[in-house]
């Protein structure tokens, strides 16, 4: 294995882990949602790179190492997830005039209220037996180990390096542009979750390669964050449609069982219904933005700029080191910055046309077109009301073609 790999990988992977654990006293004081976004961003950080540099590792090592992780970024998800639910319910009930609005979002509220307060257990659960198996001693031991190993020469921009980091980055696109395929359909919530997913990975590989190339591969990662917040968005609505429809048949059965009928949701449900018809019509004007966004990529030679950038410092092109200024910018290495994409993450000129084996296809519905709105209350929800008498209710012409591994075919037009 490559030293300067190694090298990569091991400064990568201490300096994500020391990032995770200084978040663990913030997450149980409790006191500022943050320390739980920054460590499941870390932790997610973590992941990647585990499986990109899990050959610079003993493979039992990594194992193990990436267990822990999955079970405590799945922890610190559900419960960020919850936590940016509460916010908006908060936000938008200090927002609303509407009284009739009031008793169904502050209702919400409550129950997310108590479900945040189960969900920290379990993350609490998670950063104890972490410390307790010894993860952040065994791993920064191991990553020690796989640094001492590389050599005081090593460098981790060198040819080997930048094989590897081309590798896992393009092979990434390939499967961010086979996904894309999704955004034909502005019903597939599924497919959309595959390209949200597709996408982090691409951003994720990015920005641990990121000592590599420096500011050159700054406006790819600013694309891909851009189209990650979107993705994130329209998944975020989905979430929220679908929970409110298992809310409202929950809590008329609730009633039910207190009162005998449903009558009393009818209070509740002006509030449900206008929360549902706002994560509707922002799902539609995210997903009408993020096709906007793709299509422009596409014309525009988004694409081509990533792949040109990721192999002109590769072996093919016989280039090692970046420019002067990037490399400086490279010395930086690992970028610090925890990503915003739960919190509102974060040319005009010739054209260069990009075409892949797997790129999605330009004919996307437009983001104007109706919505295909699910019907709210569900039927069985309405049923009971109306049983009861209640009706409320993003060029350059020397891109050369990329390896058959990968197939994309680059056509550069002027």
């Not at 591969?217 to 891909?224: E, G, M, Q, R, T």
């Not at 793709?294 to 970046?322: H, K």
Request: charged share 30%; proline share 3%; aromatic share 6%.
């Amino acid at each position: 294995m490559n030293a300067g790999y190694r090298l990569l990988a091991a400064k990568y992977l201490r300096k994500q882990a020391k990032i995770l654990r200084a978040q663990f006293d913030g997450i149980r004081a409790a006191e500022d949602i943050e320390y739980v976004h920054r460590a499941r961003v870390a932790s997610r950080r973590l992941r990647a790179a585990l499986q990109m540099f899990g050959e610079c590792f003993k493979p039992r090592l990594v194992k193990r190492w990436s267990k822990e992780i999955k079970r405590i970024t799945g922890g610190l998800g559900d419960a960020r997830d919850c936590d940016v639910q509460i916010l908006f319910l908060r936000e938008e009930l200090s927002k609303q005039t509407d009284p009739l609005c009031k008793p169904g979002i502050e209702r919400l509220l409550i129950l997310l209220e108590y479900q945040r307060e189960d969900l920290q257990k379990g993350v609490l659960k998670s950063l104890n037996r972490m410390q307790e198996r010894g993860f952040f001693k065994d791993l920064e031991k191991g990553a020690k180990q796989v640094q001492a190993a590389a050599g005081i020469d090593a460098a981790e921009r060198n040819r080997g390096s930048y094989a590897r980091a081309e590798e896992h980055i393009l092979t990434n696109l390939d499967d961010v542009l086979s996904q894309g395929k999704a955004l034909d359909r502005e019903e597939d919530a599924v497919g959309h979750h595959a390209l949200r997913i597709a996408v982090k990975r691409l951003r994720y590989t990015i920005e641990i390669a990121k000592p590599l190339y420096g500011r050159r591969i700054d406006a790819s990662v600013n694309l891909v964050k851009r189209i990650q917040t979107l993705l994130g968005e329209i998944h975020d609505c989905d979430v929220w449609i679908d929970e409110l429809e298992e809310f409202a048949i929950e809590e008329c059965d609730r009633l039910c069982a207190l009162y005998g009928h449903a009558n009393l949701f009818a209070r509740l449900s002006v509030g449900i219904e206008r929360i549902a018809q706002d994560r509707r019509e922002t799902r539609v004007r995210a997903f009408g933005e993020l096709v906007r966004l793709w299509r422009e990529t596409t014309e525009q030679g988004g694409w081509n700029d990533l792949v040109a950038v990721v192999r002109s410092s590769s072996p093919e092109t016989n280039v090692d080191v970046p420019s002067e200024s990037a490399a400086a910018s490279a010395e930086t290495t690992i970028p610090e910055e925890v990503s915003a994409e739960s919190v509102a993450e974060e040319s005009a000129g010739d054209t260069v046309a990009v075409e892949t084996s797997v790129v999605a296809s330009s004919a996307v519905k437009d983001a104007d077109a109706d919505s295909g709105e699910a019907e709210f209350p569900p039927p069985a929800v309405r049923a009971e009301f109306e049983k009861e008498g209640d009706r409320s209710l993003r060029s350059d012409s020397g891109a050369s073609a990329v390896p058959k591994k990968h197939p994309h075919k680059l056509i550069v037009s002027r």
